[in-house]
């Protein structure tokens, strides 16, 4: 069986900020311990340290420039997050999108800091174009699906097959995730059928109010 | 004696990161307490919540964005500062420029959190249309004085002098900082005698060997 | 009886592109001859030329930069604006958001070519802020009413009064228009007996079968 | 022989504004017919449709957005670039540029109006993701090339050889320009037999006191 990847994006919400960050942070260590499924989670950046060091999950920024450490104030650097014990970051996530020239120096400032790249993408050819930076991850959202309580099960899923087999072409080994229109556990496994490792999902589980139950529905059909 | 502030940005300088920043936290500790200047400090976000709560001295990010808490992938909000116990932010930094709708949002939210803004600014005129917004603190930045060794004792600071000038016909109380060129006590000096109310500063004391010893220095004549 | 000028921004509109912007340029001259009333129209860059030299009515850009002349692809510059034949330019749009620097520099790049800078603002700060950059308009576009169809006739009018006391604050010069919520004559009053010196407008006028009819209608209570 | 193109971009030098560009343009409508070598020229927005219709070489835009067209200010439109009579537009210029997703619609918008597209790119990952959006050519500009007055006849041109093949992976019929460091006959020789289709230059025939001898000299070794 492949590695299934659950990343979890808290964005800004308040109800995935400071202790309910660490109140997600337990129910994805409590589900992944049972189910054996990866589940990272993506604070904001001052809970990012934090949540690092007390979980036994892999924690993820939401964004990392690509500058070179020096005089960038305001700027999230690969090396202070590893620093900070992240497994990697979030880039070009459709809320924070970069230049094509930013997307390729976060990837590599990630590389070099050895830690995991996840490029976000909102089509077939933008996935190709990410997938041949040489991410870890190319995570698809296509624009029809995010926060729109579509989901990517009765959604056609079209897109995914589609971007799946683009960057095949590009890149054989990267990992892909389907970025949006994830809320069930039939979503997930319909997003590891269409060829893809795993999800990408935000307010389904930092808006519940139980995210451990939400997390095991995720996880019931890997 | 007016209160005079010192504020540290430690941009993305390795020198300034993680147990690095720590040290010049406690430097600043210890030279506020012996001189009674306030002297606050601008980390990198994953260093922010640390630093506040194992020192006795101001932090300050060094930028926050205007958004309301929701969804918004790879932004600061304000209430996530003051969560992790952020006295402040810098905002509209020279190397973090924002439009001036997001400056005037970023404002807002610091005000909405009871936590400082300081807008920097480049010019006589922007120093002015930043006052209008009602920030706490304007820090001027020059450009022909940022990073480039010239200090403001020896360069003509009649740019500092004009934009006091405009900021007060603007606005009588917010405070103002001289925010590049700042490199001894004489610099500290010559920017609180131009009517400013403390000084902006980098390099000067993140690379520094001692940074302790920069800072007794740049008191030396307040 | 003050001068009052009436802005047309034709925005990227099909209906306002080409050929049709020199039909909604005709029904513009056509106007203001007949009425009195500046009447502007602010067209797409490649037609700016063609309108300057054909129609006796001003030309605005919809954007301008404050680049210097030089290295920089892809920018629009003051002095290439005055070139063209253009009367000023539009800054800041909330369509086409600039870093306060940036607006500061447009604004000065259209002074030294000695075309009318106008800046558009959001709300009742960043429209004090933008009057002390010393243009020659703010157009004050309250985000609630762009493209709403409310009319400002009918909303709730206290952003532009209590906008036009805070601009005179900081600047009694500058000339205001009303940029969001004008449909008709009545809109038009209403704006001016605000305090303001006109409108700034787009989908009606541009959108409309009879643009001329429109404009009649718009200037019939000035 | 395959065809070779040479695009000049005037940028925003006063050189290639109005009358001057009107200069450039003939002196490269007199080489391409001289020498059946295809030149281009990028002008300034508001030069574009005069010289479409004066000169017959392509014109191609310094910028074009992805925008639909409708209610966006201040963006240029593929569609506005077609009835103006441009061949295509420079997409991403390192002097202007775009996100991932911007530059992905950009091309599609061109594609759809029938345009040329030409999407800069910095290195070798962002020349392959380039080519995997498809637009008709990929211009690859090294930063350490641009404006240096090194040419890349002297500097080490594997840069621009690993480029090509990284681009033959993942799109085998996308042409390419060299797009940095042209300064002479031999420039454009070197260029071609690295396996591009010809270059993309700016100050050394904008500011060429001769820009057809300039020019001559850039097509002596085609």
Chains 1, 2, 3, 4 share one sequence.
């Not at 109800?15 to 589940?39: F, M, P, Q, Y």
């Not at 590893?82 to 976060?106: D, K, P």
């Amino acid at each position: 069986m492949p590695e299934v990847t659950i990343l979890i994006n808290l964005k800004t919400y308040r109800e995935g900020l400071g202790e309910n960050a660490h109140r997600i942070a337990r129910a994805a260590e409590d589900v992944a311990a049972e189910s054996g499924v990866t589940i990272g989670i993506c604070p904001q950046p001052m809970d990012l340290h934090p949540l690092a060091r007390h979980f036994d999950i892999p924690v993820y920024a939401q964004h990392v420039d690509g500058v070179v450490p020096g005089a960038s104030t305001g700027h999230i650097t690969a090396e202070a997050l590893r620093v900070a014990g992240a497994a990697g970051s979030l880039i070009n996530h459709s809320e924070r999108r970069l230049t094509l020239a930013g997307i390729e120096a976060s990837v590599q400032a990630c590389a070099s800091n050895r830690i995991h790249s996840v490029v976000c993408t909102n089509n077939v050819l933008t996935s190709a174009a990410a997938a041949a930076l040489g991410p870890d991850f190319v995570a698809i959202e296509p624009p029809e699906l995010i926060g729109s309580g579509i989901s990517v099960a009765k959604a056609d899923p079209e897109i995914i097959g589609n971007s799946v087999e683009a960057i095949r072409i590009v890149n054989e080994s990267v990992r892909i995730l389907t970025g949006a229109g994830i809320q069930s556990g039939e979503c997930v496994r319909i997003a590891t059928d269409l060829g893809t490792d795993g999800v990408l999902l935000a307010s389904s589980v930092v808006k519940a109010e139980d995210p451990a139950a939400v997390l095991r529905d995720l996880v019931s059909q890997v």
